[in-house]
Nanobody
């Protein structure tokens, strides 16, 4: 079984910072891309940032220059440093891992339960 668990969300004032963490654990053979997505009330889930096993990153235009994604391959963890937060960053943030289970041959998408980020004064 594979688990993906996020942590680090919370309430922060506009202009503040938060760091999200995500750990993938269980019967994991290898992990390809990991990333962060978010969903605000009444909106569809959207990509925030992704990072490959080789370290290549991709960001949504709305977070470029403010958010930084990083990864620890040895620990199967991915992080999202969020600076200069705005009210419009308020959402439920989900971690995603594209991985292959131990002994498996197919790649699959695995999601965490989400961590709430609220930006408000």
């Amino acid at each position: 079984q594979v688990q993906v668990v996020e942590s680090g969300g919370g309430l922060v004032q506009p202009g503040g910072s938060l760091r999200l963490s995500c750990a993938a654990s269980g019967s994991i053979g290898s992990i390809n891309a990991m990333g962060w997505y978010r969903q605000a009330p009444g909106k569809q889930r959207e990509l925030v940032a992704t990072i490959t096993s080789g370290g290549s990153t991709n960001y949504a235009d709305s977070v470029k220059g403010r958010f930084t994604i990083s990864r620890d391959n040895a620990k199967n963890m991915v992080y999202l440093q969020m600076n200069s937060l705005k009210a419009e960053d308020t959402a439920l943030y989900y971690c995603n891992a594209v991985l292959r289970r131990s002994g498996g041959i197919r790649w699959g998408d695995y999601w965490g339960q989400g961590t709430q980020v609220t930006v408000s004064s």
